[in-house]
T-cell receptor
């Protein structure tokens, strides 16, 4: 149980286009979803936190108008990279949080989406 | 959340135990120690967590010192598939702190050698 999926797993796009990444909790309802970004040979950096039905909270230095997050339901959050540029090329990972799960393990990560902007 | 310090890399022979250390000298009384790992180009995978008692599950054992200022993750019989970056994270426990995210440090690159 507690599987998180991401789609697409890999995307290549031209500079200036927008890309949407979906994050779904497949067998549970997520109260909160997190979006991380990871550049090569670096650790995961939190971009934003989103709660269903409310606006996302962005970390300092992350442009909210560039990285649009929509969390319309308890099982789906989307990240749209608008007007993507080569410097946005990265590995984007979402995680979903569920409260009250036995064993205390709360966050479940998706497999990640590799974005390459040409 | 308390800061953690891990060695940047370690090697381990296949079939032997891998012992990954983590220092967290500023840990607070209500903070847990979590371990995740990330295999190349995949999302992080939960391994284990604990507060003060040693913990064991099907993946690993977690040994926390009595003063809680450090811990060791033990993979009892490392395989090639255990090659990954291992992250030690300290944060408040389950259900506490609302929507608190996990803060990842630089982790330890464990390479299991054949």
């Amino acid at each position: 149980g507690a599987v998180v999926s991401q789609h697409p797993s890999r995307v290549i796009c031209k500079s200036g286009t927008s890309v949407k990444i979906e994050c779904r909790s497949l067998d549970f309802q997520a109260t909160t979803m997190f979006w991380y970004r990871q550049f090569p040979k670096q650790s995961l950096m939190l971009m934003a936190t989103s709660n269903e039905g409310s606006k996302a909270t962005y970390e300092q230095g992350v442009e909210k108008d560039k990285f649009l997050i929509n969390h319309a339901s308890l099982t789906l959050s989307t990240l749209t990279v608008t007007s993507a540029h080569p410097e946005d090329s990265s590995f984007y990972i979402c995680s979903a949080r569920v409260v009250g799960l036995a064993g205390g393990r709360e966050q479940f990560f998706g497999p990640g989406t590799r974005l390459t902007v040409l | 959340d308390a800061k953690t310090t891990q060695p940047p890399s370690m090697d381990c022979a296949e079939g032997r135990a891998a012992n990954l250390p983590c220092n967290h000298s500023t840990i607070s009384g209500n903070e847990y120690v979590y371990w995740y790992r990330q295999i190349h180009s995949q999302g992080p995978q939960y391994i284990i967590h604990g507060l003060k008692n040693n913990e064991t599950n099907e993946m690993a054992s977690l040994i926390i010192t009595e003063d809680r200022k450090s811990s060791t993750l033990i993979l009892p019989h490392a395989t090639l598939r255990d090659t990954a970056v291992y992250y030690c994270i300290v944060r408040v426990g389950p259900g506490v702190g609302s929507a608190r995210q996990l803060t990842f440090g630089s982790g330890t690159q464990l390479t299991v050698l054949p």
